[in-house]
């Protein structure tokens, strides 16, 4: 693997430590420094010249400046004449606006994708997309790799009994299906119903029997928790016997801490994809690293391997 460099933006570099700890390399050695009129300056300590070189940065919180920063490190890889740049997004802001839902706004995750791809990527990475097409935003491959295995084998490992996946809206009920299937558990959706543009959500019905069983609900992300806290509280007003809660990106932004720690909600399952401070790390919270998930993609792309294969049980 003399050829393969993994490199790490300032959003998670615990992760990209992890992932490298995984691979059994170092992490790439670069600079990241901010001036005081908020200009991002990335210099590379390292040759890249002719390497395969894989860049770890979510886009989230701050978002705006983690996601120029990976456009500016990018840049820098290509200028520095890297062979193959990788960009592992393990969590992709602004996938929300996929689409043009309402009049006069805009497909900001399509701007993304162009933006990443201009500034030099050959590739990208990505980690449970709240929207499939946005992999067809890109005129580069695309790999979206799930967290979803590592979420079903822990909640395996609980060995509860009686269980039933619940989406938490029907966007989500496909993958949900799959969470299902590999449970070897029936699925019902939560039908709700979004108000306006302030993330305000309205819980209209459970779809699916639920009564007598212990609840398993799914969802891409957990943002405010308005929409899981309704959930929580719809699915015990069914007759649910407990609730758990799986997400594979933990923003947790807004007022979710405090609705999380009111809610009665058993536990909240997520991964590493975002980076979770320490004020936000509840009891009840547990957090699963994708560590070894990234590294073995890495591996599998950087050595021409299948990434499908990953998935084989």
């Known amino acids: 693997m003399e050829e393969l460099k993994v490199f790490a933006g300032r959003a998670h570099p615990a992760l990209a430590q992890s992932v490298c700890d995984y691979l059994g390399i170092p992490l790439g050695k670069c600079e990241v420094t901010q001036f005081s009129n908020e200009n991002i300056f990335v210099r590379i300590l390292e040759n890249v010249?002719?390497?395969?070189v894989f860049l770890i940065q979510p886009i989230c919180s701050p978002v705006n400046s983690n996601l120029v920063e990976l456009l500016i490190m990018l840049d820098t890889f290509w200028r520095a004449s890297a062979d193959r740049?990788?960009?592992?997004?393990p969590y992709y802001g602004y996938g929300r606006t996929d689409k043009k839902d309402q009049p006069r706004v805009p497909i900001t995750a399509r701007l993304v994708a162009d933006l990443i791809t201009t500034a030099g990527a050959s590739r990208v990475m990505l980690v449970d997309l709240h929207a499939g097409q946005i992999q067809g935003f890109f005129n580069i491959p695309v790999d979206e790799l799930s967290a979803q295995m590592l979420l079903a084998s822990y909640i395996r490992k609980k060995q509860l009994e009686n269980i039933v996946v619940v989406a938490t809206d029907i966007g989500i009920s496909k993958k949900s299906r799959d969470m299902a299937a590999r449970l070897k558990a029936p699925l019902a959706i939560v039908e709700k119903r979004r108000v306006g543009n302030n993330d305000q959500t309205e819980t209209l019905n459970i779809i699916g029997d639920v009564s007598g069983r212990t609840a398993i609900t799914f969802?891409?992300?957990i943002d405010t928790a308005g929409s899981l806290v309704n959930a929580v509280d719809a699915l015990l007003h069914e007759g649910a016997k407990e609730v758990y809660a799986c997400a594979s990106h933990p923003v947790l932004s807004g007022p979710s801490i405090e609705r999380l720690s009111a809610s009665p909600v058993k536990e909240v399952i997520v991964s590493d994809t975002i980076p979770l401070p320490?004020?936000?790390k509840?009891?009840?919270i547990t957090v699963l690293s994708i560590a070894s998930l990234l590294g073995e993609a890495i591996h599998r792309v950087h050595t021409g391997l299948s990434i499908g294969a990953m998935y084989d049980e």
């Open 219 to 221: 969802d891409d992300e």
């Open 278 to 280: 320490e004020g936000k």
């Open 282 to 284: 509840l009891d009840k």
């Open 85 to 89: 740049i990788t960009a592992i997004i």
């Open 49 to 52: 010249r002719a390497r395969d």
